[in-house]
């Protein structure tokens, strides 16, 4: 009986720790898997993230990376592109997972843009069936940036 209390109580630590550690990060993430035949090496995602003031805060910039999650492979590498066009920033970016399968994201790139819509690319540099997450943030101009509103799953428009 003690032993099940016990379980009990760590189960319910560890959901508490776990919450307590995603409302902190504010993370917002995304995964799927590329091309799961391994046979398009010109496969690309197409989607949409929205951003939008929270409160009386505004966005400033949309900031983002990508994790290849598929075991490593040489030469096989995922990417991502932010583009944003109008509100007067036109302006695009890129970012690599330098190592493929290795459980790291890849530097985080930003793109200023304001309360907008971001266009975001996925893609790969060959033939292979890639899994990837991505992790992305709507971000005031403050320092260190507050989080503004992030639309939860972005529209995705094209994955072939």
């Not at 109008?86 to 790139?109: C, K, L, M, Q, R």
């Not at 890639?130 to 972005?154: G, K, L, M, W």
Request: net charge negative.
């Amino acid at each position: 009986m003690l032993n099940i209390k016990v379980q009990k109580f760590l189960q319910v630590i560890f959901v508490m720790t776990t919450v307590g550690y995603a409302a902190l990060s504010n993370a917002h993430e995304v995964g799927a898997t590329m091309d799961p035949n391994g046979n398009v090496a010109g496969f690309t995602g197409f989607a949409l993230v929205s951003c939008s003031s929270e409160g009386n805060i505004p966005t400033d910039h949309f900031v983002a990376s990508i994790k290849d999650t598929s075991p490593p492979q040489d030469n096989l590498l995922v990417n991502l592109q932010i583009i944003h066009v109008g509100n007067g920033f036109n302006h695009a970016i890129s970012t690599t997972d330098p190592i493929s399968g290795d459980d790291e994201f890849s530097p985080p790139v930003s793109v200023q843009g304001g309360n907008s819509s971001y266009l975001l690319l996925v893609n790969k540099t060959g033939e292979g069936a890639r899994s990837f997450i991505i992790s992305y943030h709507c971000q005031s101009a403050d320092n260190p940036p507050v989080h503004t509103v992030t639309s939860e799953n972005p529209v995705v428009y094209q994955f072939e």
